[in-house]
């Protein structure tokens, strides 16, 4: 036994958590119930609180204490809302969970929950509260609790007020303390307890009308009404179904065990549970769609009675319950009914993985063409959005960091270069778009953050591109561009080459070098500040961006990963789609917009990895319209003057000047070095830029002194006979000087 000092702990400890459960989990909102259905008791839940219009219907006007409205109406309803229905539940876990407990029935109870509740929210709660305090009374203690004159008519007030909460809410309130002390009264031959609780709920009904109600005449018609409504919905409005035989048959059994028990164990219960389970039957199969949430969910609250003794005959009857509940709830009691089945998984396994992973994402989808391309070899997905290999069933063999803004380390990076170069190495990837690009236009190298995909992890896709091959590109999910990669015949590490350093700041725009062939990126060495390392230990990084400035005088600018930047910033050509071709860079700049993180200045070095497939794009230009400019050839390779056939190995040094017109000191703001073969097909290399005084004294213009230029062209990839010649932009236009042919043997 407990002692009597503790007597209320488990009750008072049970109701406040679940109070507070339920509490924190309420939030109502604004939402149109009524939209595109024929509730249009929604919109008058509030009604009490404005005009003079009654809200009289089977929904109370206080329904909204139940958080059944449309919109709360103030901060002040919204509050007793919420805790009017946290109260409740509480009241009713309380009464359950201690009883239980007491019965050494807690374990069937839980049973209960996982198999019908699933929820603290139990709607049935509202109405079966009634039956809480009932049983309570009976088996709290050895001896059944006797209230006072009062509180039996405190009970019937509460009743009455229950209705205008919901009408068959009191209806049953009335039905389980007029059934109990009607019990009562023929047992002990005494009415008096059964006429105050009867006295109370009319005070309760009547008292509480006159508040809630603006016409006292509506005291009777809500009555009427609600009667009339109770019984045209059991007539009228209901659906053309014939109900199975086992549902008979199951709900015959329940009614059978609760008497079973009342009649062994409480046959004082008697009466009670024989009316609420007539009611429930009545209100879960009136219009039989409702059976589940009137009828099969309250049968087993009112079961839990047969937990609160603590018998084995008790607890065997609700086993049993719960057996007829269990095969009502999970077997369609017409067709097409609803049915929950707790027992039974969310999963459809009948059917394999693969198909359920596909199905799962069926808009990823790819063209028929490139699935059987793939087959069943190994591919990835890179940078991510492996949702594509699992909805077309693909045999899916990833790097070890298998999105690619997880590779945040050089270290992790490196892990990824090994697995593309290594032997292992899946036969094709998916190449997806980033995350910014949102249809067939965009760019699919822009990633998270405003960051350049490319730079996400600068070792990975190095590798990727010297060892695999575009084979097809294609339209994706939401037509966003893709391309797939097969891997080449040989397997090719990483490699770069250094061609400078130099020391840089933040802030500053600095000339992109000429690199010819392949992919130029930029190694800073980036040093954080004692505040930076704190910063970073302590909080969080910066934000480091990388701008770059094109030919056209267009600036980009993409954030950039800080760690992984020693690896190499991709620098030019800059691509912006899976040709793999893009304008050069013309320079590049550093930037962050905190003090004190970095250092300003760092070294910085310039390199080149040799990826063949990159190339820069062919500028656009009038070939009817050639311009005779003013320039030179000077030398090749160290050779001055310039060779009538130059011969070139590994690299092509040119020096020279160039100018529109001398004469009239107008030079090129940016010039070029082509190579043009023997078919016709022209690239163009960067130059950096010389003082050329002795041009501006021989034209007596001193601004054709900086005509001058330079350029180193990697011919790595290049092979065969070609024709130097010289170009240049002025006003965003390139003009081409046809005048300058010299040839070139590269080796």
Known sequence: ???TPRRYEIECLTFGIVFIAVLSQLHFSTNPGSTGNVEQWLNLTNAVFYGKQDFLFSYGPLIWLTGAATSTYSL???????????TVQAFFWAVLFSLSFRGRGYLLLALAYFLFFSSLLLPCAYFLWPLAIVAYFEFSQPIPIKLKGRWLVALGVIAGFSMYVRFFYGTLAAATFGSYYLSRAITERNPRELLLVAAGTVIGYIAFGLIILHQSADLINYFVINSELSF????????DVINTQGTFVAAGLVWLFLNIFALRRRMILFLTVNALFVLLLKLGFSRTDHYLGYFVIPAVATACIMLFDGSRQGKMLFLCTLGALYYVSVNPIYPGAVTVNSLAPGVDFSKPYQQRMAEAYAQFKLPDSVVQKIGNTAIDVYPYNNEYAFANKLNYVHRPLFQNYMTLTPKLDAMNQKFFEGANRPRFVLWTSGIACGGKDCNPFKGFDDKYALNEDPLTVSALLLNYHIVDTFAARNGIPAALLQENATHTPYVERTISSQPMRLGQ?????????GVLKLQPHLKFTLAGRIRNLLFRGAVLNVRYRLESGDVHQFRTNILNSPSGIW????LADFHLQGPRVESVMLTTTSTGYFQPEFKADWVVVPVNAVQPAQVQFDPAQPVTCDGSLDAANGQSPMPSHVEASGALKLRGWLAL????GIRFRRTLVSLTDSKGGRRFFETSGLDRPDVAAVYGNDAVGSSGFESQIDTAGLHGTYQIG?????????????????PVSIH
Do not use: E
């Open 1 to 3: 036994m407990i002692s």
């Open 76 to 86: 002040v309803t919204y509050w007793t809302s919420a805790i009017f229905i946290a």
């Open 661 to 664: 017109s001398a004469k009239d």
């Open 509 to 517: 725009w600095y000339p992109v070098l000429a690199q010819g062939s």
């Open 571 to 574: 620098v030019s050509p800059l």
């Open 232 to 239: 045209g919905n059991s007539v009228d409005m209901t659906m």
């Open 726 to 742: 010289l170009a240049g932009f002025y006003d965003d236009r390139l003009f081409v000087c046809p005048q300058f042919k010299a």
